[in-house]
């Protein structure tokens, strides 16, 4: 960021403020944190930009032009800027391969307990996607999505959000919601879709929703939550909300037009969000390099005016300490950060697909054994003498007979009532609904033996 | 894509033809009468280019465009990156100036992004520059409900679609109207929307050597009677043709003879058949899985209504989704789109009704 730009920055700033004073919609001391309340705002979490100074006098310097944004030097070469820079950008991480804390990272301290409760959701998160991918295989639900390779994004992540931040899911961010207190049971209840799913059995498996948990209900149309997350926050903004939102989807979800859209407006409206993009190599079968042709992700929050970061996704560490610093300044500074997090897709892309058919099985394995997000952490609590191998099958033991036996009571709950295909529509059903539900009724009632017999009035 | 122009055209050989014997009537699949229909316009035509998101490496969400990508290669068979907006506009410019391009919606839920590049630019372009720049460019995919997969990936867009002056809208049912709409369509100078159904594309249907012979095709607006009657009059397109025909076979053993017809195009309407049939029938049941309200069977009741008025003799039966978005849950589901019985009561009601005071079924 140069200083022209962050000197237009500050001139916006105070319009806006000026503005709003006028409509008295935000006063800008009190939206802002005081820096004790989190240990990590230094300034080195700052953007790593360095500030250039500016000398000269641009009114009467002829090697500038004053233009809208900050000054523009001139220059005698021609210099189109390459497509593309020598060296890519480089990806932060706090743990090796090994789970070993690399010398000198800039990180924050992770105490005993939420080192430990975010290695067991990691694992619970691993356990419930084996399980219910078991289910669909099986034929009990009709679709799943595993997050497969992604646990360490999932959860590391949603450790460091506040429970008020808002959360704009994909698809393949239940470990969010599970950190946030989903049980199983309501996991396995939406799934199966029976009369005690907390989505009344509207939704595919896998689209969970809770307004209690501040996790916005997944839709399926890709790239969608991420405007909604820039309106989200700028609503977070106005009441002055201590929060941020925040909002997760995929290298292909980054190709919709409402991704630049979201970036843009979100620089724009100074809105306190968070984009975290899951590059996991693979949309469907569709390669990062069919996606675009930048260096990923991370290369974009430039070109819209946001700060950015690319982090180590399969180091639950460094998610934890780029989200946590990025939500100290998407709050405290009213600004969106983006995050992209390096992974890989190493489940299939849902239960109708299948992944070898496209790639190759070696490159899944390596994933999946040399680069496993979960291994990496537990190693890392084990050598700090926080875990151990009794602790380890205690656990999976333990989650793996508590996930079956949720899903048989899943399954054996009724299904949704007749009542719940037409509440909700609107606030309050028109009558022309009501109307329908009652001819329904009758015909359901008249002509038994044409209805399944799991409709319940 | 200038590559395209320089392509060399192959002879169709498409697999299914050659698994055939002559002389009975062979079974083909809708998803290899679609995949047949593309081949042979793609072989004849060297402007014809298939494009979409993983409609290539992939062949296809449904496999429709299977083996496409190794005959024609990656210029003529373009996976894009998940920006319906993107391909659809792009779409529509390499049609203004020459190419014909086939764009495959994963389903018709996600033309939803691009629905701007469907009606602004595609389905006016001819109009607003005097005829000079035509639009033959065809939009295609999945349309309608399928099965467990929630109200995101079950919207029908027929009748959407069908308001929109410029552009043709076509829904075909068996393998028969695969083949010989998807040729139409591509072979026709304006944009086409083409509505599948993914239930279908696994379902085989009997086709005759004309249908398979590559010069086949199917006029744009032009109904299809299934199925001769005399007591009542069903319209029905993609799926629900199958279900109308269903509900013929039981209402015929009730004594009930009833005339199915097979819409295929949904704009332009084919009034015509549709009034001689009631004309002849005096009842009319009309069916679709999407919402009742503007919905196709409204338009095709108000066509009744203006030119068979005096004809009718009982009032016209409108079977539709319910007015609700598709719920997930089975049973739920299962209420929300219409079924075989829903039509034969249907058909009962409006028979019965034209015995002055006769009970209702
Ligand atoms: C608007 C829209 N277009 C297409 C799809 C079909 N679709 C579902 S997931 C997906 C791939 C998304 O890939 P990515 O964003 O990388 O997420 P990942 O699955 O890798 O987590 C596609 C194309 C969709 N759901 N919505
Ligand atoms: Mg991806």
Same mark, same amino acid.
Do not use: W
């Given at each position: 960021?140069?200083?022209?730009?962050?000197?237009?920055?500050?001139?916006?700033?105070?319009?806006?403020?000026?503005?709003?004073?006028?409509?008295?919609?935000?006063?800008?001391?009190?939206?802002?944190?005081?820096?004790?309340?989190?240990?990590?705002?230094?300034?080195?979490?700052?953007?790593?930009?360095?500030?250039?100074?500016?000398?000269?006098?641009?009114?009467?310097?002829?090697?500038?032009?004053?233009?809208?944004?900050?000054? #523009?030097?001139?220059?005698?070469?021609?210099?189109?800027?390459?497509?593309?820079?020598?060296?890519?950008?480089?990806?932060?991480?706090?743990?090796?391969?090994?789970?070993?804390?690399?010398?000198?990272?800039?990180?924050?301290? #992770?105490?005993?307990?939420?080192? #430990?409760?975010?290695?067991?959701?990691?694992?619970?998160?691993?356990?419930?996607?084996?399980?219910?991918?078991?289910?669909?295989?099986?034929?009990?639900?009709?679709?799943?999505?595993?997050?497969?390779?992604?646990?360490?994004?999932?959860?590391?992540?949603?450790?460091?959000?506040?429970?008020?931040?808002?959360?704009?899911?994909q698809y393949r961010e239940q470990g969010a919601l599970l950190w946030r207190g989903f049980t199983l049971q309501e996991f396995a209840n939406q799934c199966f879709s029976n009369k005690f799913d907390n989505g009344k059995g509207r939704q595919m498996p896998a689209h969970y929703g809770s307004n209690k948990l501040n996790y916005m209900t997944v839709a399926s149309t890709v790239a969608t939550q991420i405007p909604h997350a820039v309106g989200a926050a700028y609503s977070l903004k106005m009441d002055k909300k201590d929060a941020c939102a925040v909002t997760y989807f995929g290298d292909g979800g980054s190709s919709e037009g409402d991704f630049h859209a979201g970036l843009n407006f979100a620089a724009v409206m100074e809105a306190p969000v968070i984009f975290i993009c899951r590059n996991n190599g693979w949309a469907i079968s569709t390669p990062t390099s069919d996606q675009f042709r930048s260096d990923g992700i991370v290369v974009k929050g430039q070109a819209y005016g946001v700060r950015s970061i690319r982090v180590d996704g399969n180091d639950a560490l460094a998610i934890y300490s780029a989200v946590q610093a990025a939500r100290q300044m998407a709050v405290s500074e009213e600004r969106p950060i983006l995050i992209e997090a390096l992974t890989y897709r190493v489940g299939h892309h849902s239960t109708s697909d299948d992944s070898t058919k496209y790639r190759p099985a070696n490159e899944i394995e390596w994933w999946r054994l040399a680069r496993d997000p979960v291994a990496r952490l537990r190693k890392w609590i084990e050598r700090n003498g926080w875990w151990n191998d009794m602790a380890e099958s205690e656990l999976r033991n333990n989650l793996r007979h508590q996930l079956l036996r949720t899903i048989q009571v899943a399954e054996s709950v009724e299904k949704p009532p007749l009542a719940d295909m037409f509440s909700d529509v609107y606030d309050v059903p028109p009558s022309n609904l009501c109307e329908q539900m009652k001819w329904l009724k009758e015909t359901v009632k008249k002509h038994p033996r044409e209805y399944p017999t799991n409709i319940s009035m | 894509m200038l590559g395209v122009i320089r392509h060399k055209t192959v002879r169709p050989t498409f697999s299914a033809f050659r698994h055939f014997s002559s002389s009975t009537k062979q079974q083909m699949t809708v998803r290899d009468a679609l995949n047949s229909a593309l081949d042979e316009e793609m072989s004849a035509d060297p402007k014809v280019f298939l494009m979409g998101e993983e409609v290539g490496e992939y062949q296809g969400a449904y496999k429709i465009s299977k083996g496409l990508l190794e005959k024609y290669g990656p210029e003529r068979v373009l996976d894009t990156p998940i920006t319906e907006a993107g391909f659809t506009g792009i779409g529509v410019g390499a049609a203004y100036y020459g190419l014909k391009p086939v764009v495959e919606f994963m389903t018709f839920n996600f033309s939803m992004q691009a629905i701007d590049h469907i009606i602004n630019s595609a389905a006016k372009s001819n109009y607003m520059s005097a005829g000079q720049i035509s639009v033959p460019i065809v939009f295609r995919g999945p349309n309608g409900a399928a099965a467990g997969v929630g109200a995101q990936h079950s919207h029908c867009y027929a009748s959407w679609y069908g308001s929109c002056p410029g552009l043709k809208v076509l829904a075909p049912y068996s393998s028969e109207d695969a083949r010989g709409l998807l040729k139409a369509a591509i072979r026709d100078p304006d944009p086409v929307i083409f509505l599948e159904n993914e239930l279908l594309y696994g379902e085989s249907f009997p086709v005759s050597a004309e249908v398979l012979d590559s010069s086949f095709c199917l006029p744009i607006g032009k109904a299809k009677i299934e199925r001769e009657g005399k007591d009542v009059t069903i319209t029905a397109f993609s799926k629900m043709v199958g279900y109308a025909l269903k509900a013929a076979e039981i209402l015929a053993k009730e004594g009930i003879s009833a005339e199915v017809i097979n819409l295929r195009s949904i704009r332009p309407l084919d009034r015509s058949t549709i009034n001689a049939s009631v004309r002849k029938t005096n009842r009319l049941v009309t069916v679709e899985e999407g919402f009742p309200q503007h919905g196709v069977g409204a338009e095709i009741c108000t066509s009744v209504i203006e030119e068979s008025f005096g004809y009718l003799d009982a009032p016209v039966e409108r079977i539709a989704g319910a007015d609700v978005p598709m719920p997930y849950a089975a049973n739920l589901e299962r209420l929300a789109v219409p079924q075989i019985e829903d039509i034969v009561r249907a058909a009962k009601r409006a028979c019965h009704r034209s015995v002055p005071m006769a009970a209702t079924a």
């Open positions: 960021m140069s200083l022209a730009f962050d000197m237009m920055r500050k001139s916006s700033t105070i319009l806006t403020h000026l503005k709003s004073k006028k409509i008295n919609f935000f006063s800008p001391s009190t939206a802002l944190l005081s820096p004790q309340r989190n240990p990590i705002l230094t300034n080195r979490f700052n953007s790593t930009t360095a500030h250039i100074p500016f000398t000269s006098n641009p009114i009467h310097d002829q090697h500038v032009i004053d233009f809208p944004g900050g000054n #523009v030097k001139f220059i005698p070469e021609m210099r189109f800027i390459p497509e593309s820079s020598q060296d890519r950008i480089p990806c932060y991480r706090v743990l090796d391969h090994n789970g070993e804390q690399i010398f000198g990272t800039d990180f924050v301290q #992770v105490s005993e307990d939420v080192a #430990v409760k975010m290695y067991s959701n990691m694992v619970t998160l691993q356990t419930m996607d084996n399980i219910f991918y078991e289910a669909q295989r099986q034929g009990r639900i009709s679709f799943y999505v595993t997050t497969v390779g992604e646990e360490a994004i999932n959860i590391a992540s949603a450790a460091a959000l506040s429970m008020d931040d808002v959360i704009f899911p | -």
